[in-house]
């Protein structure tokens, strides 16, 4: 079926062993990254292709906001899933929504007990308690996944600085709580992000001194704590080449065109130097000029399509 | 006389701190005695400062007479500040207290709130002319202006308003009759004393509420004198999160109303000139023809950006231009600002008051 034929599949730019059918043939991918490096447009990307693919895709938003529905062409998510592509539905993860519905449909507590004041006391101190903010976020897409309503559950998870803390607030929760109903959810939690077959992380980075710096940050702490299984480091916006090299850019009169060639090789440089510090990886272009994210989404999409 | 303070907001990755470094250099060259506060500044930029070992005291920087920097450490001016407003015995409960440390690391607002307080600090030793606070970058940097406020709510807010039923501060009897049970309660469902605990947390953190109070609206009240500045790119993520600062901050003092475009190409390469000359080879020719476009292209785009940003908030627009290389030496940090001169007399020139 369709998860056998991408299964075969992998991506010729990509040098090493991660693949576009590692990213795409789980149930539930993460995409995260620093800031401003584009992991919402590649989760976008990544969610136009599964569609393309055939899958049913449902992309949810961690970080309440913009993120990857402006990729996507909606102007702002819901809480209530909304189909915004063919094949591709998409939610953003609300907090309060999320922990009414995590304690009625994960911890089951009854309707009728102290569930009121437990919603109160859970939501006034979720602004401080370590965990439970993460928990009740990174609750729903593993939720969506039990459900098994979508084939795929693309997540465009919070950025690099916060994003241990949600993958590991289940572990986090486990350890704070002795026992009880919240305590074995926990659990179940953390044991199905640790299932590399089922989930996989996706970093982007784009390659200048904080991206990689901050990745490569986390991939230590992946690795001293593989709360959840590393599929892919993606390298983002990279330059082409430029077919010029020294002493063609010196037959160039001062001005724009040398300029401009200068700047390319400059900037080629910077970039080959950070690239190296990353692990082997796909590699998306540098998209030039003026586009829509809508229309940023489609050529990466169709960018991985080409590769396949 | 309150030293002048300079604060440079923006989005993680537009160059603040560079910028911040690049001014405090300039100020300090101008002969004012400058102190640079920077959060974890990328490492080629420390080096260049000689900031290896740097915490929240401000050290002469060898390199520049002149200039002291400082970078800030979050966890010990957490530390710093439960001491000072604490009981002892209160301080070392919350000290180690695996919730705070908590709030400490992962608050939103506590890495801002921190940056804060060290910058009231420095401002009152009077030791400096200027002070450039090279702000953290939570909340595409919004989180320093809204810290204070947020810090007085986690401190003595709702929460507190909630635990002990009522709004008689410091009663901390009156939890036990009022929400304890509830939590009690909420616990048995949970299976264990999660919330009691994060409660009797909460009670302690209380008893920083007025010395927070004091020292948080002495931080609002700095702002409000400081000449902000918001440092972008015109790239879509930096710039949405600068949109934040006029959309979501009050106007009044202490609001930025300049913004510095950083990282700027030349408008000079949308213009299209001929390349004809004997000496160049056709495939040269071509090379360098398509891969000016490419950049005239991202010029033009910059341009809108940049014009539509302003005239929507009536800004007033401040441009660096794009450097191939980082700056890794002082000389390298001031000559970063010598194409800027509208920027240096902007934020150092004399203010509206000694004129």
């Known amino acids: 079926m369709v998860r056998a034929r991408l299964a075969t599949g992998g991506l010729a730019l990509n040098r090493g062993r991660p693949t576009l059918a590692g990213m795409l043939d789980r149930k539930m991918t993460f995409v995260s990254g620093k800031g401003g490096v584009g992991k919402s447009a590649i989760t976008a990307s990544l969610a136009l292709l599964a569609a393309r693919r055939g899958l049913r895709v449902l992309v949810v938003g961690m970080v309440e906001g913009i993120g990857a529905g402006l990729h996507l062409a909606t102007e702002r998510l819901e809480y209530i899933p909304h189909r915004v592509r063919p094949g591709v539905t998409a939610m953003a993860v609300n907090r309060s929504d999320a922990l009414d519905e995590y304690l009625r449909l994960q911890l089951h507590v009854p309707r009728a007990a102290p569930t009121k004041v437990l919603s109160r006391a859970l939501s006034v101190l979720a602004e401080t308690a370590p965990g439970i903010r993460e928990i009740v976020t990174i609750g729903k897409p593993v939720y969506e996944m039990w459900q098994g309503k979508y084939d795929l559950v693309l997540v465009d998870a919070p950025p690099l600085g916060q994003l241990f803390s949600y993958l590991r607030a289940p572990t986090t929760i486990a350890e704070l709580v002795p026992a009880g109903p919240i305590r074995a959810q926990a659990e179940r939690m953390s044991s199905a992000l640790a299932d590399s077959e089922a989930v996989s992380l996706v970093l982007v980075a784009t390659p200048d001194e904080l991206p990689v710096l901050e990745t490569q940050a986390v991939l230590e702490r992946l690795d001293a704590e593989p709360v959840v299984n590393l599929e892919a480091v993606v390298a983002n916006r990279i330059l082409p080449e430029l077919l010029l090299d020294e002493p063609d850019l010196a037959t160039l009169p001062d001005g724009p065109h040398r300029e401009a060639a200068e700047h390319h090789l400059a900037v080629l440089a910077q970039q080959s130097r950070w690239l190296d510090e990353l692990p082997d990886g796909p590699r998306l272009p540098y998209l030039f000029g003026i586009h829509t994210p809508a229309e940023v989404a489609e050529q990466l999409a169709d960018i991985w399509d080409g590769e396949q | ?355």
């Open chain 2, 1 to 355: 006389m309150n030293p002048r303070v300079l604060v440079i907001t923006g989005a993680g990755g537009v160059g603040k701190t560079t910028l911040s470094a690049a001014l405090g250099v300039t100020a300090a060259r101008m002969g004012l005695a400058t102190c640079v506060m920077t959060v974890d500044p990328a490492r080629r930029l420390a080096s260049a400062l000689g900031l290896e070992s740097l915490d929240n005291h401000p050290e002469p920087v060898t390199a520049q007479p002149g200039l002291s920097a400082a970078m800030l450490d979050v966890s010990a001016s957490w530390e710093a500040m439960v001491h000072r407003h604490a009981e002892p015995e209160v301080a070392n409960r919350l000290l180690q207290d695996p919730f705070f440390r908590a709030l400490a690391d992962r608050f939103p607002a506590a890495q801002a709130y921190a940056a804060g307080e060290q910058m009231s600090e420095h401002v009152e030793s009077r030791r400096w002319d200027l002070i450039v606070v090279d702000t953290p970058p939570a909340g595409g940097g919004l989180d320093f202006y809204t810290a204070p406020a947020r810090m007085r709510e986690v401190v003595g807010g709702r929460l507190l308003r909630w635990l002990t039923g009522a709004s008689i501060p410091g009663r901390r009897a009156l939890y036990k009759v009022t929400a304890r049970p509830a939590l009690r309660l909420a616990d048995a469902v949970l299976g264990g004393p999660l919330l009691e605990e994060i409660a009797e947390f909460l009670l302690d953190l209380r008893s920083l509420y007025d010395g927070i109070s004091r020292r948080s609206r002495a931080i609002d009240l700095h702002l409000r004198e400081a000449t902000s500045i918001v440092v972008t790119t015109a790239e879509p993520t930096p710039l949405r999160e600068a949109r934040r600062f006029f959309e979501e901050l009050e106007s009044g003092p202490g609001r930025p109303e300049t913004v510095v475009f950083n990282k700027q190409l030349p408008e000079s390469w949308t213009v299209s000139r001929n390349l004809r000359s004997p000496d160049i080879g056709t495939d040269v020719r071509i090379a360098a023809r398509e891969n000016l476009s490419r950049w005239a292209a991202e010029v033009r785009l910059q341009h809108e950006v940049k014009q539509e940003f302003v005239a929507r908030y009536g800004l007033h627009l401040l441009e660096v231009p794009w450097v191939d290389r980082s700056p890794t030496s002082v000389d390298a940090l001031a000559e970063l600002l010598e194409g800027s001169p509208e920027l240096v007399a902007h934020v150092l020139g004399p203010t509206s008051e000694d004129r």
